[in-house]
């Protein structure tokens, strides 16, 4: 490993507390610990249709049994959401952001429609002024989309640093089109604030399996219109279990709880992880 590369880094692991972890949890959890010396631990608890309490304790036990400390206090999103609102009104004084009023049903006769793209584009011409007006009127509340092509526009061409293969990586955004950036019930967006935290936490390499590599394209975009620092990224392998199929909490993955309380030691768990990846 490129020891120089990692001494310095500032890493995080940022579970979102709805549900047990599981093996893939460990394994992000040591990766941020390995490459970082320690690691900042964000509770991702934006969500609060689906976050629960009693899931960050059991985090906080896990990571625990796990020997992986974390640096200072845990970081809650949930206190952040004036940051988050901040940076909304300002990519909105920016109007690089429109209300999308469509409803998921509607959303998806517009994706599935002859000719139409995979991925939202300029939904705000999708429903008369009057019926936007109608909604906006009725207090049916809107999910804030970025103008994704104007973005980039606006930024010129952005990369991101892949740690894990020593390259710049040009951001490309024609699988996301115009993203929601703000929902309408959390009035954020898992991209918005990810990045806010990153840069308020000082995170210097974002450690995290690889299904959420897409979505650094998207972060280093809003990063370049906040004027946020971009960090490094290194996308780790998943952890896939006895099917060979990726662990989810949605599949009922065996919990770190439930392993551990059917006898699973640390060290029997640490032999089943892939090796650690190096930051070149
Ligand atoms: N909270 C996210 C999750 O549990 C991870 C966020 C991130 O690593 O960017 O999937």
Redesign the pocket.
């Known amino acids: 490993m490129n020891t120089e590369n990692t001494a310095h880094q500032v890493t995080?692991?940022?579970?979102?507390p709805?549900g047990e972890l599981h093996l893939g949890?460990a394994y992000?959890a040591m990766v941020a610990h390995h490459l970082g010396n320690g690691y900042v631990l964000?509770i991702?608890d934006i969500d609060h249709t689906r976050c629960r309490d009693h899931f960050t304790t059991g985090i906080l036990e896990d990571l625990c049994w796990l020997g992986l400390p974390w640096t200072g206090d845990p970081v809650f999103q949930s206190q952040r959401r004036d940051a988050y609102a901040d940076a909304l009104a300002r990519l909105q004084k920016m109007e690089l952001v429109y209300p999308c009023y469509l409803s998921r049903k509607e959303l998806s006769a517009v994706l599935s429609a002859p000719h139409g793209s995979t991925a939202p584009h300029a939904t705000d011409m999708v429903l008369p002024a009057v019926e936007m007006a109608r909604r906006a009127a009725d207090g049916s509340g809107a999910a804030w989309r970025l103008r994704t092509d104007a973005a980039l526009a606006h930024t010129g061409p952005l990369h991101w640093f892949d740690a894990r293969t020593g390259q710049m990586v040009p951001v490309d955004l024609s699988a996301h089109g115009d993203v929601v950036v703000a929902r309408r019930d959390i009035g954020t967006s898992?991209h918005l604030s990810?990045v806010i935290d990153?840069a308020l936490d000082g995170v210097t390499l974002?450690?995290?399996?690889a299904?959420?590599a897409d979505?650094t394209h998207v972060?280093r975009l809003l990063q370049g219109l906040l004027d946020l620092p971009g960090p490094a990224y290194l996308h780790h392998d998943l952890v896939s279990g006895d099917t060979g199929k990726r662990l989810a909490k949605r599949d009922h993955a065996t919990s770190l709880a439930s392993l551990r309380a059917h006898g699973m030691t640390v060290d029997n768990l640490v032999a089943q992880m892939p090796p650690l990846p190096s930051f070149r």
């Open positions: 995080r692991f940022a579970p979102s709805t949890h992000s964000r991702d898992y990810v990153d974002v450690t995290r399996g299904d959420l979505s972060h």
